[in-house]
């Protein structure tokens, strides 16, 4: 045979590097935008709308001065041929007032509560010319009402109001029973009537519009998800605005509105601004609740590499025997790890291989491999299968660094050297994204957002590095917060 002598009279072989598989400068790809659903908050105190009903419905609701011809009516007795009177009819002057309490704006759930408190004082004067009493009456005015919002994002209100006599005006006079109770509703109806009007226009008060304008503004905005490894931004625009109703909780309106936005993840270079557009007219907003953003999870392939060499440098160390060939000594110089096609890594080792076997000679160079690593969905670690040789070198040569990377302990210890738990890049760039968006105040407004669930999506080999997509998915609430 040949070979064996070529191989002596070489003494230490150095064979032309075998050709390095392409490398692929793929880009991350583009992230797909989201659908996100904020919540807008708005809350107002009802302290407000009691002190506004309070200044417009006057203290004194009416007043009476007013003369009855007949307050007590005659007697008659029955005679037999006819009733005849036998005291005359009394008359009388009334005077008096009728005041409120302090009106009382309260509630619980969707329910509106409005109670007002009223009181009269009458006096009967010169009844027959002589007698004079005071009569007293009380009642409640009550309203219980629902909220809605109008097309100019001004609230409403929908009030179903009533009164009940807790003590009906009147008095025992001369054993007869005065009443005024028609006299009272009628003016009690008008009181009813004013606080139906006056309410909505409170509400209006609350300057919900002036409020929602800033949140509105406020939420085009463009966030610092990490500075680096690799810097990204999350992009929103706001697109829709509903009323998702409200609630009374203590003394405290709260008006739960949604935003429909549209959210961008970006990597590398800041995005421009999301120009923002006039508030829109209310409209259903018929996403779940929830921020919704990607954060991109990036391993530079110079981690890989020390870990491979490493690795290999510990199989060398327990020894390491070539078919063929018998036990060798290695030594590894370097690991070069980069991206190639079919979603695969390149990795290119250089090595000095020694055969015990005198018959053979030493040879360095460097031969390359190729590996598909792969992760579970939603799993964070990466792991290697399919590794293979790039490629043959001259066959008709016995190239040692080719039949060290081809045998199956190599290539297996370059597999477990390839697998990369992210683990750790991921919770530090949760972190980082958390601790990014978290809360901020802008002017009065305040922003506050929390990651609640993550997932995972399928690894992608990038010229950049190997590039773990993360799904975000949390809460996101812009309140006025004035300073």
Known sequence: MLVIPVLLAAGCARHAPAPAPPRIESAIAPFPDQTSTIVVPVTARLDQLERGLDLRTPRVLWTIDEHRDKCVKGKRVDLGIGRVKVT???????????????????????????????????????????????????????????????????PRATLDLAYDWREPPGIEIAGQRITFTSAADAKLKRVVARLERDLPTEIAKLDLRRQLNGAWRHGFTVIELSKRNPPAWMRVAPRALGFGGYRIDGRELRLTLAADALTQTFVGRRPADPTPVPLPAPSRVAGQPGLRFFIPVLADYAQLEPVVLRTLRKLAAKGITLTGIGPVDVDFGKVTVYATTDNRLAVGVTARVVPRDRDFPATSGQAWLTALPYNEENSQLVQARDVQLAAD???????????????????????????????????????????????????????????????????????????????????????????
């Open 393 to 483: 070198t001259d066959s008709d040569a016995v190239d040692l660094i080719v039949s060290l990377l081809d045998a199956t302990q190599v290539q297996q210890a370059v597999a477990l050297a390839l697998r990369h738990d992210f683990a750790p890049d991921y919770q530090r760039v949760l972190a980082k994204a958390q601790a990014a968006i978290g809360a901020r105040q802008q002017g009065d407004f305040f922003l506050s957002t929390t990651v609640d669930r993550v997932t995972t999506g399928r690894l992608q080999v990038t010229g950049a590095g190997l590039f773990l997509p993360v799904r975000a998915e949390g809460t996101a609430r812009i309140a006025y917060r004035p300073k």
């Open 88 to 154: 005359p009819d009394l008359g009388c002057r009334l005077v008096g007032q009728v005041t409120r309490g302090a009106i009382r704006v309260s509630g619980k759930g969707q329910r509106l509560d409005v109670t007002m408190p009223v009181s009269a004082v009458i006096h009967i004067r010169d009844v027959g010319g002589v007698l004079s009493e005071t009569a007293t009456a009380r009642a409640i005015v009550h309203a219980t009402g629902t909220l809605g919002i109008q097309g100019d994002w001004q």
